[in-house]
């Protein structure tokens, strides 16, 4: 492992991509969501805040580094 792997951490957080349960809109949202995150097309719920990483709601489908 080389000294700047050392110095830089990752980050713990990512995007992931959700597809809505309950229309199947999918959607692009960020893990440590601090507000709620709706549907665009329906408003269902697909994530709240929890205190760091959000609670998720839907299905999620990829997450992006």
């Not at 229309?23 to 549907?39: D, I, M, R």
């Amino acid at each position: 492992m080389t000294e700047w792997n050392k110095l830089i951490p990752k980050p713990k957080s990512k995007f992931l991509r959700v597809k809505c349960l309950k229309c199947g809109n999918e959607q692009l949202l960020y893990s440590n969501a601090v507000n709620k995150v709706t549907c665009n097309v329906c408003g269902e719920i697909l994530a709240e805040p929890a205190g760091g990483k959000a609670k998720i709601k839907g299905e999620i489908l990829t997450a992006f580094e």
